[in-house]
């Protein structure tokens, strides 16, 4: 009856632990408590190129959608300069057939300068997640599972080998019911109103707080476009003109200029939002050494060694001239501190330990003077002052979590 005791020992472990009883006192060491983790080496920082796009757009294929074919988008994304987007159409309203609708257009067509990636949004009563595939997959299979178990969900996407991505986590109407383990990002900024995603952001740090590397992205859930002549406007027209695609913005870091990077960098979290196409990309890095040269970027997971860490915090492109930018430094999900940077080239650098032994991690949002976006000319006042957010800088991460 050995199998049957050892069943019953790790029962009693996973329950309690380990507990003793001596001498009145309790000892208790919980089996799940952090251990010495190996850590893979940080990939090449100067061996990549930054992409932007738009991670949640809704094409004509979507029932709700008005005036916005997937060749509009396309031509919009040439005139601002947005390097790649995924267009994820509702899958309820083609029960579950993405392949035969978006996917069949004959307009979706991927080129070097817009790159499209595959994927839909899953769009269930628990919650909306968002797909990100470099090619095809089998979407059916995943719409038919939403109304299963977590467990079972979270094998289907397994073996789609497909990224799935929070929507709205934090929606009033479709927030994300389902467990965060099945996802490896959550939208973080959705649409061009940036006061609307403060929960999302507490849950995102409850998640990052609890160990689990969770990247975070932005998506404008964008619907409409600028109907051709006047006869074809809708009621939902006007939003052309707040939120389209861009509104925000997400920059990848990706190892090279394709779909397939493109989604690698959204999985290992070297990205950044920022409100919009032409507003400046939000940079982090960490220089573990203090010899003036930066080892690891946001995104990144390295062992803390207990010794002092130089951050960065730079704006790259455009920035306007002779102004303040303000940035905050959340740690652990605690506010850290906050800097003041400007010039032409905004950097703030601070020092700060790591716990040698515990998870931490370092994110920054910047706030400062809008950018405008000509195309989308209602867009920068909906987004304030809010400029751009990083991905956390990771230490003693379990990277098996
Ligand atoms: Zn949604
Ligand atoms: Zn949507």
């Not at 738009?54 to 994304?77: G, Q, T, V, Y």
């Not at 493109?262 to 982090?284: C, H, K, M, Q």
Request: proline fraction near 6%; glycine fraction near 6%.
């Amino acid at each position: 009856m050995r199998t049957s005791f050892m069943r019953t020992l790790t029962l009693a472990v996973l329950a309690a632990g380990f507990s003793s009883h001596a001498l009145g006192q309790t000892t208790h060491i919980s089996p799940w408590a952090p251990t010495d983790v190996v850590i893979p080496p940080v990939a090449d920082l100067n061996k990549g190129v930054w992409l932007k796009g738009d991670l949640h757009l809704h094409s004509r294929h979507s029932k709700e959608s008005s005036n916005n074919p997937i060749s509009k988008m396309i031509a919009f994304c040439k005139a601002v300069g947005i390097d790649y987007i995924a267009i994820t159409d509702h899958d309820n309203h083609v029960e579950g057939d993405v392949a035969h609708n978006t996917w069949a257009d004959p307009e979706f067509k991927s080129s070097d300068s817009v790159l499209l990636l595959y994927g839909a949004e899953w769009t269930t009563v628990r919650g909306h997640g968002n797909v990100f595939s470099a090619r095809p997959y089998d979407h059916q299979r995943l719409y038919d599972v939403r109304d299963q178990r977590d467990v079972v969900i979270g094998a289907v996407k397994k073996q789609l080998d497909i990224h799935l991505s929070a929507n709205h986590p934090a929606g009033p109407k479709d927030h994300f019911g389902y467990s965060y383990d099945i996802v490896q990002s959550m939208e973080v900024w959705n649409s061009a109103m940036w006061s609307k995603n403060a929960n999302t952001i507490m849950i995102w740090d409850d998640m990052l707080s609890s160990g689990r590397k969770m990247t975070g992205r932005g998506g404008s859930d964008a619907h409409h476009g600028v109907p051709e002549t006047p006869d074809k406007a809708t009621k939902n027209s006007p939003q052309a003109q707040y939120n389209y695609v861009g509104t925000p913005t997400t920059w990848v870091f990706a190892t090279s200029r394709s779909t397939q990077a493109i989604v690698d960098a959204l999985t290992n979290g070297r990205v950044s939002v920022s409100a919009n196409p032409y507003a400046p990309r939000v940079e982090f890095y960490a220089d573990l050494n203090q010899d003036g040269k930066m080892d690891m970027m946001m995104g990144d997971n390295v062992k803390s060694n207990g010794q002092p860490v130089k951050f960065r915090v730079q704006l790259s492109g455009k920035t306007v001239a002779d102004s303040t930018y303000t940035v905050n430094v959340v740690k652990n999900g605690n506010p850290f501190n906050t800097y003041q940077m400007s010039g032409k080239k905004p950097v703030v650098e601070f020092t700060d330990t790591p716990a040698e032994m515990h998870r931490s991690y370092y994110r920054v949002t910047v706030e400062g003077p809008r950018t405008d976006y000509p195309q989308v000319p209602l867009s920068a006042s909906l987004s304030g002052n809010m400029v751009g957010l990083s991905n956390p800088i990771y230490f003693n991460f379990d990277p098996n979590f």
